[in-house]
Structure formats: C-alpha cells, structure tokens
C-alpha cells in the first residue's frame, strides 16, 4: 500500500524508520529483496536524502535498485572495508556477473567463492592475501585459516546486504554487489575486465565508493566471533579449485 510522506515527521513516525535508520547507519545496503524497507525509501526519499545530509551523509539510489548511506564527513564514524574483504566481494561480484548465476537466481555456493578467488589471483596469491605470515610446513593449516578468512568476509558482507547465507553452504547475492564492479562500469565486458583487474591487484575504489561505509555496529560485532569452526563453512580443497576442474 502506497503511502503519503508530506514531512521527515511522517517519515519518522512509520513503524518500520527506526530499524531501518539504524541499518542504513550500520552500513546495510536496501534492495527490493527487503520490500518494506525499499518502499519507505523509495516514497519517501527526498525528505531522507535531506535529513542524511543534516549527519553528514547522502542517501544513495542506485539505478541496480538498492539504497546506501554514504558518509561525506565525519559526523557519523567510518570504517574502510578490509583488503580480504574487498576481494571476497569482487570475488562474489564475479559471480553475479556470471550468466550461469544468474540462470540459478543469483544462487551460488561457498565453494564456487573460493573457485573464483583461486581463478582470479592463482593459489599463491590468495593464500599470500589471507594468510601472509603462513610457514611452509604448515601448508594444510593454512589452507583451513584461508578458508576461514574468506568465511569471514563472507559473513561481513552478508551483515552489510551484499549477500543472504542459505542452507547447504549456499549464498544469494544480492544487487549491492555491483558496487564492487564500479571501475568497470559501462565497458563491453565488464566481468572479464574486473577479473583482469583482480587478478593484477588494480581494483581500487575511490574514497567515496567502498573506501567509506558507516560503522557497522552490532552487525560487525556479530561477525567477529570465535571463527574455530569455520573450517567446514567452506570445504573446497585450494588446491583442487586451483587445477580448474568444478566439483559436482
């Protein structure tokens, strides 16, 4: 049902502002998924972009269809996204970028995360990425610390709306993914040259685009918990991603 915003008052006093205030300050990305939240955005948008702007913010519309809060001071405080994190979300920006992706409603699985990242960098870049103080002779266990990392970012990035964590080691992605693909927006091809750019270590966003997000709040907390079983979340063998050949 339609609504009729005519002041921030009437915006503000909607049941659903304060959880969905308090998600866009932590940095949660809103796409049509959340149709509630995506609604109250879109009716009332220009009285939000106003009010954002009174913190130092802009309440960002993307034409993908998903909404953002972009810090442009320093009112609100802000944390860069980590480089491991970066490469898990152009890892996942990949894939949804896939047509195969696609064709399964933007539903992949952990796994294919790790394919696409060994794909993307080769197994000594990205074990030099997650684990760069591993020892030789510790091979196999750091493998399971890699696989933990990008477990980790996986949960960061699902906390912020970039993903949604299904059963059976399954991720949609979600719109605000495209995000990581800015540099190469408009080009002809532009999965092919991101992966280009992952793979030479190029991708660097501009300060006002992932460089800057809200504090995270409760949902980073959240995902800074004891990371000991993370081993099984992603059960790929490095290695074996690395020879090309996709497990069934």
């Not at 339609?2 to 659903?16: G, W, Y």
Request: glycine letters at 6%; charged letters at 30%.
């Amino acid at each position: 049902m339609s609504r009729t915003f005519n002041q921030l008052q009437d915006v503000i006093e909607d049941a659903e502002f304060p959880a969905l205030d308090l998600a866009l300050r932590r940095g949660f990305h809103v796409d049509r998924d959340a149709a509630g939240w995506y609604t109250l955005l879109s009716e009332a948008q220009a009285l939000l972009e106003d009010f954002y702007r009174r913190y130092g913010c802009e309440l960002i519309h993307k034409t993908d269809g998903y909404f953002y809060l972009l810090p442009a001071g320093d009112q609100l405080p802000r944390r860069q996204l980590s480089a491991q994190d970066m490469l898990v979300g152009q890892a996942l920006a990949l894939l949804y970028l896939d047509p195969i992706s696609l064709e399964r409603g933007g539903i992949v699985t952990r796994e294919q995360v790790i394919e696409q990242l060994v794909a993307a960098l080769g197994t000594p870049s990205l074990m030099a990425a997650f684990v760069p103080k591993r020892r030789r002779k510790d091979e196999q266990l750091a493998q399971r610390q890699a696989r933990a990392k990008v477990a980790e970012s996986i949960r960061r990035l699902a906390a912020l709306g970039f993903a949604d964590a299904l059963a059976d080691e399954q991720l949609r992605l979600r719109p605000a993914l495209l995000r990581f693909a800015e540099p190469v927006r408009g080009l002809s091809e532009p999965a092919a040259a991101l992966a280009q750019l992952v793979a030479q270590g190029e991708v660097a966003l501009t300060p006002d685009e992932l460089a800057a997000e809200p504090a995270l709040g409760a949902a980073e907390d959240e995902s800074d918990t004891d990371s000991s079983g993370d081993d099984a979340e992603i059960d790929a063998d490095i290695d074996d991603a690395d020879s090309g050949e996709a497990k069934p």
